[in-house]
């Protein structure tokens, strides 16, 4: 008995549970059905969350109120697969950094591009990411900013369904992205760079 619980407390306190590094990143690249899908399909990424930051609402949703906030998702990685670095690398060429009305044919505030970042190392890689990409395109104003992280507001509730949509509604998912013209956008911006 003494042997059982003593063996319960380590486990409580961590002692003999297993340890994995995991790392969260926050952004916004327009719809947050084409993020979640870009990313899960990166190596290392163990987990994407679609839902809402960067507004005063206290309890933003799809349907309803969430004027301010963006489209965002929740990207949690496994570090010593992909790192920060690989993760804002993905962002940059899975949307467009010079439309500020929202991202492809999808407009308004809630669709613009954003970083969302936690704390200042966070930030201060993001900022050389982004002078990379302004590096890059000399002719053109790289629009997506760098902001700070408060907090982020996953979907829930009779809105879940946007949750995974692309698995959940496979040809809907298809059908919009396609119509949407943002794999054509990204091409024309970003060429061989795009994901597939």
């Known amino acids: 008995m003494l042997r059982r619980l003593t063996t319960a407390l380590f486990l409580a306190a961590g002692a003999f549970a297993p340890t994995i590094q995991a790392d969260k990143a926050v952004l916004a690249g327009g719809c947050f059905w084409c993020m ?6 990166l190596e290392g990424v163990t987990d994407v969350i679609s839902g809402f930051t960067g507004g005063s ?11 301010g906030h963006y489209e965002a998702v929740e990207i949690t990685y496994d570090p010593d697969v992909v790192d920060y670095e ?19 044919c999808d407009k308004g505030h809630s669709y613009l591009a954003a970083i969302f970042v936690a704390d200042e190392r966070q930030r201060a890689l993001a900022e050389a990411s982004r002078q990379e990409v302004v590096a890059l395109f000399p002719e053109q104003k790289v629009v997506t900013p760098i902001l700070a992280l408060e907090t982020f507001h ?20 298809k059908y919009y992205r396609w119509g949407c013209g943002r794999d054509r956008r990204l091409a024309e911006i970003w060429g061989e760079k795009t994901a597939p």
């Open 36 to 41: 979640e899908a870009d990313f899960e399909k």
């Open 57 to 67: 609402h206290p309890d933003p949703t799809y349907n309803g109120d969430h004027a």
């Open 86 to 104: 690989g993760i804002l690398d993905h962002f940059w060429v899975n949307h467009d950094p010079f439309d500020d009305q929202g991202q492809f």
């Open 154 to 173: 996953p979907i829930k509730g009779e809105e879940s369904y946007h949750q995974d949509f692309y698995k959940k509604s496979p040809l809907r998912y």
